[in-house]
């Protein structure tokens, strides 16, 4: 299954990029490679459908045509900086108390101590990307209607499967604009019902919210409950419906705990069922190479919606291999983790070193001749290594065959079911679901973990439910949210190191809690209006 979902991206990659217009300033999203497949070349080649599905899914993982770099999807970046996830990384994570970068790159120490402008490269990358994978999906959409499927003649085995390929394209389109609006807040909505070259309108938060929210419940019976692995499926369709809910106060201005309690019961109820409550038998096997074993559908599918990479066919400079081979540097010696490469690049605040219990067997860093301190930035062994990330086998984690290669087969889980009892327990205690059923779900994740499980209620505060976010999530991705949600990313309530550009911290702007609109798409879409305190 793991080789041919591969196989499956690394040929759309390759095979299909189309010509996009862009709404993203003056990005050229014309494609390197002079032959280009046009929509009328899919009647004789109706496989090319799934070829360009494949390439949505491979937006997430990869950069371009080529792995690891090579005849990219956007000119004029770093291919590395630029994909997906990577970006995605950067910017809910740096600028949190989990995660520190030293590199000087231009723009890179703006984002570990919260002083970034709309100019910010790190940050056009993440809404360039964004807006390239939602110009995909669009594109997408406008070739297989019905009437276009229809005017092309498709054999009637492939044109049964266009309506679920149809469903998957606009979940992935909604998880991008999730992304829009949770980062960006207010931004241009654009549709396959909008004309090329069309200059698109910018719409409220809680416009594309609803938007957001009508495509989920218009496509949710066409997306399967346990999908072909690699894609989406209702699962992950409900996490995105219940992060939606959990940040609707933050983004709306409205709060939804009540329905994101819901959402969460209802995802438990499918996926959290069977021994060990749903969960992976060992935390940190759900970050190694074969964690597909964790990911598929059923009662044990932890990992409810994954971006795949694979050492022949998904290779980047980006995804699991940042996290992997970038994040490991000082003593550390790679091929103990299954790898042959070290970036020193991003390491732990200590904050994040010193949040978890003795014996917490989610604790995953390596301490040799590193501080626990952060007092240089620029100095990776000013902070501990994490390893949480590995391209170790579950069934060999001592690694005795000797795995060491150049890039990971680890897959990166968007949404986990642990994730899930979290969300559940505070909305519970929002007032809005059962702490006792709360603790019940808290205490899944703790005998997981090894540690003392809550013996009450009382035990329990939102405080404690933030600290066992990142003790269980910590490095996924969702550290950013948490904090805006939590009311603690600009306040002085809650100090990291470096945050507001001193070691000990300071209270910042509450203009940081969204991103910039880049300048250059203001620029080429002068009817933007940027965000509150940004020039």
Sequence with gaps: ???????????????????????????????????????????????????????????????????????????????????????????????????????????????????????????????????????????????????????????????????????????????????????????????????????????????????????LAEIEESIPLNPVYGKVGRGALWMLRAKLYLNAEVYIGTPMYSQCAETCSQIISKYGTGSAYGLADEYKFLFCADNDRYARGGSRGEILMVVPYDKDHTRTYGGTLYLTTGAYGGEINASNYGLNGAWAGPRATSQLARIFEQGDKRAAFFTNGTSIENTDLSNYQDGYSVVKYTNLLSTDWENTGGRKEAYPDTDYPIFRLADTYLMYAECAYRGAADQELARTYMNYLRQRAGVTQYASITDITLDEILNERMRELYWEGHRRSDLIRFEKFTSADYLWAWKGGVLTGKSIDTKYRLYPIPAKEIAANPSIKQNFGYK
């Design 1 to 215: 299954m793991r080789k041919s979902i591969h196989t499956i991206f690394f040929t759309g990659c390759v095979a299909l990029i189309l010509s996009l217009s862009s709404c993203i300033g003056d990005l050229d999203l014309k494609p390197i490679d002079e032959n280009v497949i046009q929509p009328d070349d899919f009647a004789k080649h109706p496989e090319y459908y799934e070829q360009f599905l494949a390439k949505l899914y491979a937006g997430l993982a990869v950069s371009g045509q080529e792995g690891p770099a090579g005849r990219p999807d956007i000119e004029g970046f770093d291919e590395g900086m630029a994909q997906y996830l990577r970006s995605y990384w950067n910017l809910q994570e740096l600028p949190t108390d989990e995660a520190l970068l030293g590199w000087n790159d231009a723009g890179v120490p703006e984002l570990s101590t919260i002083n970034w402008s709309s100019s910010n490269g790190f940050i056009y990358v993440m809404y360039s990307r964004i807006y390239f994978q939602i110009s995909q999906c669009n594109e997408f959409l406008r070739i297989t209607t019905s009437d276009r499927i229809a005017a092309n003649n498709i054999p009637s085995e492939i044109a049964e499967l266009i309506p679920g390929y149809r469903a998957e394209a606009r979940m992935l389109r909604a998880l991008s604009y999730w992304h829009a609006i949770d980062m960006f807040g207010s931004v241009p909505l654009v549709t396959e019902d909008n004309a090329i070259m069309e200059t698109p309108s910018q719409k409220s938060r809680a416009e594309i919210f609803q938007f957001i929210l009508d495509e």
